[in-house]
């Protein structure tokens, strides 16, 4: 068998069912044998936009997503999306092409080592040498990649390698089930929960996951103990459950941190520090901590559990459910509800441009309660994970680990290639659209409907914001841009703009009814990120 029909079929036995990439002359072997398979072939514009998909597709499988590029600057085009899976903790494949390991006739061109400058950023990088390494290389990548906590995994095959015959044969994928937590350990944790006077849960990005909801939100119901949730834990447990505490927000002190404040015992949930620092929930170190995970923590001074119950998440909280039999009543953290809720439902300020938070609520009222919203990275990130209630698990994807600009329209078309049946909306800021803007094109030929609301205030908006707290002369943050109804009309979709007449809801109904690609730029404006953010969140004085 040829190598590069191996490795598809390698690929094709882990389950695989999208590639996304962009192909170069080093990996034409493996393009020819995918044209081969029905594994489904999402060529891009760029290879950063096909490493951005493979993570939203690892994020919201659970499954390993696959991304590819050709040598030299296709691979170093893919670097940025696979140390934003590595980071968010998305399973995922990336494959570049080398030159021939043996009579390279093109020298150093384009030549980089390009597993060396990947080791940093992955679980593993290797470059496969021989044709009869294809099966076991793959194999071991997927279970890395899978493996919690899931990330990225590199592989480097040379194209005099890819075109070569070999007689090794397809691996088949095993199953490897995630083990039960210790029962002393699980004994340990009830015991501290039940003597504790307010123990509050922070559930995090590795409980993002279906099968957690189930348990965690039956716990919440059973022992009424309140869930705060991250921006990357958003939905796990509904935001119209009485014992939701919504999510954080801003690096600082927010409404969250009046139930926080008072909590003696913290129970971290599938959390990694990485996504939400431990300082700005137990800066006085005055928390016992009980972390619940798949695998065990990351040392930090700042996060040192008193107790690890390691193994399956939803069987762990099922089990300790179990030994906490009296459902009690926390009054501060009700009263933090309350005063959160209150601060969501208060009346919103109506101008043109829009303030953030009509664009919120707006948002929440055309999509349903397992539709999916995609944000980019801006300052509107904040208000959507303060502000934007949650009903049901990987409905907001977001970035709040490398919270690099420019995935959220990439993970968009994912999703909504993954689900289209949902409506999906990606959200984006003026600047992080136009770094992959390119994918218009790529939406179009592959027919996803996706809805892009672009933010538009003509800068930087959350550095502008930082620009000005600290107090620094307004500088070097405003630039121009396209007139982005034009620009997607040049593509070929349907642009919109949202003017002073237009209800920013009725336009957002109006183009998912059209079940086309639609790119709907609305001006926002941004005064009141430093009013709420530095002067009144600066001040926040909790009475409870």
Not at 120 to 134: F, H, R, T, W, Y
Not at 284 to 297: A, G, P, R
Not at 481 to 487: A, G, I, M, Y
Request: glycine residues 8%.
């Amino acid at each position: 068998m040829k190598a590069s029909d191996l490795f598809v079929a390698q690929l094709k036995e882990e389950g695989v069912e999208y590639i996304f990439g962009l192909p170069g002359e080093e990996n034409l072997d493996l393009l020819e044998s995918l044209r081969n398979s029905d594994i489904k072939l999402i060529i891009t514009r760029h290879e950063q936009a096909a490493a951005f998909m493979a993570a939203a597709y690892g994020r919201l499988t659970g499954k390993a997503g696959v991304c590819f590029s050709t040598l030299g600057p296709g691979a170093t085009n893919l670097v940025t999306g696979v140390a934003q899976a590595q980071l968010i903790g998305a399973p995922l494949i990336s494959i570049s092409g080398q030159k021939a390991l043996v009579d390279n006739w093109q020298a150093r061109f384009q030549l980089v080592d390009v597993v060396r400058m990947m080791e940093p950023l992955c679980k593993k990088a290797v470059s496969i040498s021989d044709p009869g390494m294809i099966p076991t290389v793959l194999r071991n990548a997927f279970k890395h990649a899978e493996a919690e906590r899931p990330g990225a995994v590199h592989i480097e095959l040379p194209e005099d390698v890819a075109g070569e015959d070999t007689d090794a044969a397809v691996q088949k994928r095993s199953k490897t089930g995630i083990p039960c937590s210790d029962t002393h350990a699980i004994e340990m944790a009830a015991r501290m929960i039940r003597e504790a006077k307010n123990p509050l849960i922070i559930v995090s990005s590795g409980a993002n996951r279906k099968a957690v909801t189930e348990e965690l939100e039956d716990f919440a119901n059973r022992t009424g103990i309140y869930v705060v949730h991250t921006q990357m834990g958003k939905g796990v447990v509904p935001d119209d459950s009485p014992y939701s505490l919504f999510g954080t927000g801003i690096h600082a002190r927010d409404y969250v941190n009046c139930g926080i404040d008072g909590a003696d015992l913290i129970i971290t949930v599938g959390y990694d520090i990485v996504e939400y620092p431990p300082y700005l929930w137990n800066g006085q170190l005055d928390k016992i901590i009980v972390n619940i995970d798949f695998v065990e923590s990351v040392p930090d001074r700042y996060f040192n559990p008193a107790v690890e119950v390691i193994g399956d998440i939803s069987s762990s909280i099922r089990q300790l459910a179990a030994k906490i039999q009296e459902k009690r009543k926390f009054p501060i953290f009700e009263s933090t509800r309350t005063f959160i809720e209150e601060k969501i439902n208060s009346p919103v300020r109506k101008s043109y441009p829009p303030v953030p938070q009509e664009v919120v609520q707006s948002v929440r009222d055309v999509l349903g309660r397992e539709d999916i919203i995609s944000l980019d990275n801006g300052i509107y990130k904040l208000w959507f994970s303060r502000l934007y209630k949650a009903y049901a698990p990987n409905t907001v994807l977001l970035d709040n680990a490398l919270a690099t600009m420019g995935a959220g329209f990439s993970s968009g078309l994912v999703a909504k290639l993954l689900y289209p049946e949902l409506r999906v909306l990606a959200v984006c800021g003026d600047g992080g659209f136009l770094m992959n803007c390119q994918e218009l094109e790529t939406a179009l030929r592959y027919r996803i409907p996706l809805v892009v609301l672009i933010l538009n205030d003509n800068a930087f908006g959350f550095i502008k914001w930082k620009q000005k707290k600290m107090h620094f002369e307004d500088f070097a943050l405003d630039y121009g841009n396209p007139d982005f109804v034009l620009l997607a009309e040049s593509f070929g979709a349907t642009g919109m703009k949202v003017k002073e007449e237009d209800n920013l809801t009725e336009v957002l109904e109006k183009a998912f009814s059209l079940n086309k690609l639609v790119v709907i730029e609305c001006p926002i404006d941004y005064s009141v990120n430093y009013e709420t953010f530095s002067i009144e969140l600066g001040n926040l004085a909790c009475k409870f």
